[in-house]
């Protein structure tokens, strides 16, 4: 059964430092991965979506990484502001009927 | 502008009035779905549909239903809503596997 796990939970940093959050799930038999944003009580915005042919995608400071052997991705976010202040779902879709998320990483950037 | 479109946003409704949220899509995606949130559960399957006249059951269906009459709506239907059915919805659609998802907005419901 596919399992999708985000570490850490939460994190603050400081304003301006670069940051990875960190995406593992546990078959690499996958379509995609995608990466979202939600802001407290609000929708899901997509931010990058990378086939499973792919290594990495890139939008802005955001850069999404894709290692289908190890299970993992990481979303590395630039130059970080307050506005990134969000939590971010890391979703792989296995297949034609869903995807599955991770719990997700709640983001404080720190003025 | 392509998106997928929910109502309400909000609803507050009491333990047994049968209720619809509506979704509707603009992008003629063929697979639409419909998502709970919960604090600390993260984001469940409902019910999917991957054509019109074609839906199955996600992995927490109870309590339930939905239908596909048409490519673009993909209304949720709760017959007798309970305070367990208390979270947050959204419906979403792809064109298909090798493509990503767009998600509504969101519809908070209470039952109280």
């Known amino acids: 059964k596919q399992e999708v796990t985000q570490i850490p939970a939460a994190l603050s940093v400081p304003e301006g430092e670069n940051l990875v959050l960190n995406c593992s799930f546990t078959?690499?038999?996958?379509?995609?991965l995608q990466w979202f944003r939600q802001d407290p009580g609000k929708g899901l915005t997509s931010l990058l979506l990378?086939?499973?042919?792919?290594r990495e995608q890139t939008s802005g400071r955001l850069n999404a990484s894709l290692d289908k052997s190890s299970g993992r991705s990481t979303l590395y976010i630039a130059a970080s502001q307050p506005g990134d202040s969000a939590t971010y779902l890391c979703?792989?879709?296995?297949?034609?009927?869903?995807?599955?998320f991770g719990k997700g990483t709640r983001l404080h950037i720190l003025p | 502008e392509a998106q997928v479109t929910q109502n309400p946003r909000y609803l507050i409704t009491v333990t047994g009035k049968k209720l619809t949220v509506t979704c509707s899509q603009n992008?003629?995606?063929?697979?639409m779905s419909w998502y709970r949130q919960d604090p600390g559960l993260g984001l469940r399957q409902i019910y999917y549909?991957?054509?019109?006249?074609?839906?199955d059951k996600g992995d927490v269906p109870e309590g339930y239903k939905v239908s596909r009459k048409e490519k673009r709506n993909f209304p949720l239907i709760l017959e007798s809503p309970s305070p367990n059915q208390t979270s947050l919805y959204f419906c979403?659609?792809?064109?298909?596997?090798?493509?990503?998802?767009?998600f509504g907005s969101g519809t908070r419901l209470t039952v109280v």
């Open positions: 078959d690499s038999a996958i379509y995609n």
């Open positions: 979703a792989v879709r296995p297949g034609d009927d869903k995807i599955i």
């Open positions: 979403a659609s792809s064109l298909w596997a090798n493509y990503g998802y767009t």
């Open positions: 990378i086939q499973s042919s792919q």
């Open positions: 549909s991957m054509n019109v006249e074609v839906t």
């Open positions: 992008m003629n995606h063929e697979y």
